[in-house]
Structures are given as C-alpha cells and as structure tokens.
C-alpha cells in the first residue's frame, strides 16, 4: 500500500519512488511480482504518464525493478547489484543524515538506535 | 390510446423521480455537484436550498404532465411526448444549474475552498484484481457484440429473398402496424444501432474498471473490500443489460425473416427483466456507490475530481492533464467522461454524431 501526499513539498515522482522501495523492502512486494503498468499507475493517481516513468525509470536504473514487455515493470530478487555511484550516494544521504542529526543535539547512541528501529520497521531482520 | 397515455406518464414520472432522488444517491461530499465536506452539508441553508430544488422540480413536473395529457386526450402525437419530455429536461436542468450556482456561491463565502488533506493510497494488489475483472467482464462483452455479428450475417445471408415491403414496426397487438420500402438502410439501419450500443457498452465496462474509487483511511480493508464488490456487482449488471439489449435488437431480423414478433409473453419477460436490471443497477449504485463511510475530511482519500475548478456546472469534467477517460460523477450516479482527454472528445463527439446520424436514417428508411 503506497501512501502519496499531493500537499507535500517532495515531488509526486520522488514520494512514488520511496514508496515503493520501503513496500519491496517491507515485503509487501515480493520479487516476480508485477507492478501495476505506467498507464494504470497514472490513472490512478491521477498525474502524467511521464512522471510515472520518471519513477519507473530510476527505479530500474537502480537495480530495483526489471521491465519486461509483456509483464511490465517486475520485482528484481535481492539483494541487488549496487553500482559504485549508487554506494557512494549511500554514504552521502547516511553522512547527511548523521551531520543533521548532531546538529539537532542527538548522541551516538540515541542517533543508532533510532537507526536500528527503522532498520527494523522497514523489514530488515 | 389508454395504454399509450399510461406508459408515456410512466417514463415522465421515472424521469422526474429519477432527478428528484440524484443528491440523494450521489457520492459523498458532494452537493448539487459542488465538493463540500460531509459535516458541513448538514447546514441549515443548504437543506433548503435542497427543499426548494425539489419543490420546483415537483411544480415542473405536475405542471408538464397535465400539459401533456392534456394535449396528448386531443391529439395523440408523439412529436409531442418528444417536445414536452425534451422541454421538462431542459426546466430541470436550469433548476439543478440555479441550486449549483446558489451552493457554489454559499460554499465560497462560509467553507474553505482549499482542500485540506490530498493523501492518495495505491493498493497494488487492488488493482490487480480489478485489472483481471475488468479482463473477464471485457471477454462477457464480447457475447452481445456475436449476437450483432450473427444478425447482421443473418440480413445480408438472406437479403436478396426479403419482399419489397418489410415490417418496420409491431404494435402492442403484435400486428404490423408500419411498413418500409426495402434497401440497404431499411434493413441494416438496426444492425448500425446494434453493433454501436455494443462496442459502446464494451468500452464503458472497461473503462469503468479503470477509473479511480476513493476510500476511507480509517476503513482501508472495508472500503477497498466494498469498492471491488461495486465494481463488479457494476460490470454484472452492465453485462446483463447489453445482453437484454442485443436479444431486443435481435427480434428485428427474426421479425423481418418469420413476418412476425416473438410471442406477447416473451416480450414481456423481456422487459421485465430490463426494468428488474435497471432497479438492481439503481439499488448497487445507492448501496455501494461510494457513499457507504461517512467520512470526515483527515479520513477521506483524495482524488482529482475533488477539485471544483475540473467541473463545469458540476456536470461535466474537463481535465486535460487526467490520464483517466472516465470519472464518477458528482451528481448522480454513475460515470462522467473527462473531456478534457483527447478520447474522451471522440466519444462525447462521436455519440453526438451517431445518435443524429441514427435519427437521420431512421427518417430515411421510413420515408
């Protein structure tokens, strides 16, 4: 179940993206599975076929979905293949995220095990 | 004539009865086709807006109706049913466009015209299951469109051994009551009609699949649950009036083949069966038609049709950069094309086009 908010600031394409990606992770999409088609995503929602590729795309260029011609966009299995780039934005975001949180006054300890919870929720073992 | 006078006063009072019960049966958070949250349609200048609407409809439709049976014990004309059901549907409209406007202009100066919360859920799993329904009922469809097939090969197989003059029309007796002159338009001009009506039907099955329901964030498994059991209860019902349809449409080549029409009784289990299906679609739509979860505004998912400015008159949604072909309307049950999507114009164009065109070839064979 993705959950999109047109009041927010994040743009449509980018909030469909990480949808999807905590869903696969949470194992609410499972691999071999078939997302719904660009156009019935779009219909859906209610926004350009263009911005649902958009996802699509990037999704795909990330390893996390394959597209098939007759199936349309499939769940790729894990773990993926990560790609230098793809690590090295990894640990950007993860030092991004650490630089905001020191500066928002959180301690080592509070900052991981607030990492663990997540790591939990969003289905890891 | 007696009967004549009963059916016609029949269809006038379905008719008004039909527009005196559409907010009634419309979605939630709608009124008169404004968007107004469900807690605040319970204010007491809205109900009598709603009271009025309903006392002129009343007014419009007594007074037409002694009008027309008034004219109709003089002369019995079905030019003149036609002109005084036209003239009574363009009254209502006007009343239903001066309740919108009233409304609209209430909503801007007393509720917030900014919608509040814009959360959309998508259900993967939801739409697969519609998308595999939507396959078979589309599969279902095809059945009426054989039937078309198989009487227009059943004319053309035996057209150069009709007689000159072919029975046109039956009357409630079963006896011929209108003749026509033998070509090409006489006798295919049905089989135009029948092939349109299920193509026709076809298409709104399938894009009544493909359009967005809304659910309640509070009641996600329910609504979700209640939007599929809609759908499909939607497609069944759509699928038995097309097949209704067809078999009706088929009795004109049986008729020109054998010289006569089907038995009285099985004509009357044909329309019966027509008024149980249309009863059935009215009783799915006012049960399950998006109106089950009274919701408040933090529960309700959001849906582009929301927005007041895609409506014209409440009526008709333009909206160019929607993907969807057809929306719910808002007042009424049922659908709505999106006109502002390029096929969308085609069909609103195009059924323009063929109901004159049918109306023009009707005139043409009759002559």
Known sequence: MFELDFNSEKPIYLQLYEEIIIGISKKELHYGQSLPSVRAMAEEIGINLHTVNKTYNLLKEEGYIAMDRRKGAIINPFPIEVKDTQHEEWTHTLKLLAAKSILQGMDEKTFLDSCKMAYKQTGGE | ?367
Not at chain 2, 7 to 16: A, D, E, P, Q, S
Not at chain 2, 49 to 76: D, G, V
């Open chain 2, 1 to 367: 004539m007696t009967a004549n006078i009963l059916l016609f006063g029949f269809v006038f009072t379905l008719i008004y009865m039909s527009i005196l019960f559409s907010q009634t049966l419309s979605k939630k958070n709608t009124f008169f086709g404004v968007f107004i949250e469900e807690k605040d349609k319970k204010a007491k200048d809205l109900l009598q807006f709603k009271q009025h609407f309903q006392i002129r409809i009343t007014i419009i439709y007594i007074l037409s109706l002694a009008s027309l049976l008034f004219y109709f014990s003089i002369n019995e004309n079905s030019l003149l049913l036609l002109l005084h059901i036209f003239l009574s549907l363009i009254l209502y409209f006007f009343i239903y466009l001066r309740t919108h406007q009233q409304i609209k202009r209430y909503k801007d100066q007393h509720f917030s015209t900014e919608i509040a919360n814009k959360k959309v859920i998508i259900n993967p799993t939801f739409i697969e299951e519609r998308n595999k329904w939507k396959t078979i009922f589309t599969l279902l469809s095809c059945i009426p469109l054989l039937i078309a097939c198989f009487s227009c090969l059943t004319l053309i197989v035996h057209y150069p051994s009709l007689p000159n003059e072919i029975p046109m029309h039956f009357n409630i007796a079963g006896e011929v009551d209108h003749y026509a002159q033998k070509s090409v338009l006489s006798v295919f001009q049905i089989s135009f009609l029948h092939f349109l009506i299920s193509i026709l039907f076809l298409f709104i099955t399938r894009w009544s699949f493909q359009s967005r329901v809304q659910l309640d964030l509070e009641h996600i498994e329910q609504s979700t649950t209640d939007a599929m059991r809609y759908l499909k209860l939607v497609g069944l019902n759509f699928f038995i009036l097309n097949l209704l349809i067809s078999v009706l449409f088929g009795i004109f080549p049986y008729s020109i083949l054998t010289g006569h029409i089907p038995s009285a009784k099985i004509m009357m289990i044909l329309i019966v069966l027509l008024f149980v299906n249309v009863g059935s679609l009215i009783a799915v739509y006012a049960h399950y038609g998006q109106r089950k979860f009274l919701s408040t505004p933090e529960s309700r998912t959001y849906s582009l049709e929301d927005e007041d400015r895609y409506w014209l008159w409440g009526v008709f949604y333009n909206n160019p950069d929607d993907p969807a072909i057809m929306v719910q309307k808002r007042f009424g049950v049922g659908w709505t094309i999106n006109i502002g999507h390029s096929t969308g114009k085609i069909i609103l164009i195009g059924t323009l086009i063929f109901t004159f065109l049918a109306i023009f070839m009707g005139f043409l064979a009759n002559k």
